[in-house]
């Protein structure tokens, strides 16, 4: 889903190519079957973001099939590494055997469970955070992000436009997705007004922000 005009998006889609080797593989296989990975687009984004920020510890929530974990290991030096979580046992099993083929499964820690539950146990300082899980969990798990993630540190979110609907009153947003779209509101409210963060939140894929942590 794209929240710019079809055909600029599919001209944009088609003038960026997909990733090289097993990990395109991987993705290509992905977007054909429906498994919810990351749109090109914001894989390119995500790209640009790490090849400036070059981080050597990565956090990273909705591991899904592996595919992003995948890409973000090839901007990691040798001494990197990255921790991801998901809660699907179909997800992870997939997960597990991407890392695998990739040849990644001693840079990556995938930790099985509610993202929830687990980040409180975590420990230590990241470079660079992606999240991509439950939209309306966001809210709640950006405090325990914002203790992980050290100063200068980026924080990616995918997904926080609601395919455009944030943007509508509550009461015009179906029943079933209020609750989503009184939470994203939150968070977004939130990351944009915190004096110890930068934010930028752009129109690509379903929406995309971008945050530095100024301070701790």
Same mark, same amino acid.
């Given at each position: 889903?794209?929240?710019?005009?079809n055909y600029l998006a599919e001209y944009i889609d088609k003038?960026?190519?997909?990733?090289?080797?097993?990990?395109?593989?991987?993705?290509?296989?992905?977007?054909?079957?429906?498994?919810?990975?990351?749109?090109?687009?914001?894989?390119?984004?995500?790209?640009?973001?790490?090849?400036?920020?070059?981080?050597?510890?990565?956090?990273?929530?909705?591991?899904?099939?592996?595919?992003?974990?995948?890409?973000?290991?090839?901007f990691l030096p040798k001494e990197g590494s990255?921790?991801?979580?998901?809660?699907?046992?179909?997800?992870?099993?997939?997960? !597990?055997?991407?890392?695998?083929? &990739?040849? *990644?499964? %001693?840079? +990556?820690? /995938?930790? $099985?469970?509610?993202?929830?539950?687990?980040?409180?146990?975590?420990?230590?300082?990241?470079?660079?955070?992606?999240?991509?899980?439950?939209?309306?969990?966001?809210?709640?798990?950006?405090?325990?992000?914002?203790?992980?993630?050290?100063?200068?540190?980026?924080?990616?979110?995918?997904?926080?436009?609601?395919?455009?609907?944030?943007?509508?009153?509550?009461?015009?947003?179906?029943?079933?997705?209020?609750?989503?779209?009184?939470?994203?509101?939150?968070?977004?409210?939130?990351?944009?007004?915190?004096? !110890?963060?930068?934010?930028?939140? &752009?129109? *690509?894929? %379903?929406? +995309?922000? /971008?945050? $530095?942590?100024?301070?701790?």
């Amino acid at each position: 889903m794209s929240l710019v005009e079809n055909y600029l998006a599919e001209y944009i889609d088609k003038m960026q190519p997909l990733c090289k080797g097993r990990l395109g593989e991987i993705q290509s296989e992905a977007y054909k079957s429906g498994l919810p990975i990351i749109p090109n687009e914001v894989v390119k984004l995500m790209g640009f973001v790490l090849g400036i920020r070059k981080p050597t510890k990565i956090l990273e929530i909705g591991t899904a099939v592996g595919f992003s974990a995948g890409f973000m290991s090839t901007f990691l030096p040798k001494e990197g590494s990255i921790v991801t979580i998901d809660r699907y046992p179909m997800m992870i099993e997939q997960a !597990k055997e991407n890392f695998k083929l &990739l040849g *990644i499964e %001693d840079k +990556v820690t /995938l930790l $099985e469970g509610d993202a929830n539950v687990i980040l409180p146990t975590i420990e230590g300082k990241f470079d660079f955070a992606f999240m991509d899980a439950a939209k309306g969990q966001y809210i709640y798990m950006l405090p325990h992000v914002l203790r992980l993630v050290g100063k200068g540190g980026i924080i990616m979110v995918d997904d926080v436009l609601q395919e455009g609907r944030v943007a509508k009153g509550y009461t015009e947003v179906p029943r079933r997705q209020r609750t989503i779209h009184k939470r994203l509101n939150e968070f977004l409210k939130e990351i944009t007004h915190n004096e !110890k963060l930068r934010t930028a939140i &752009l129109s *690509i894929g %379903d929406g +995309v922000a /971008l945050i $530095e942590k100024l301070e701790d």
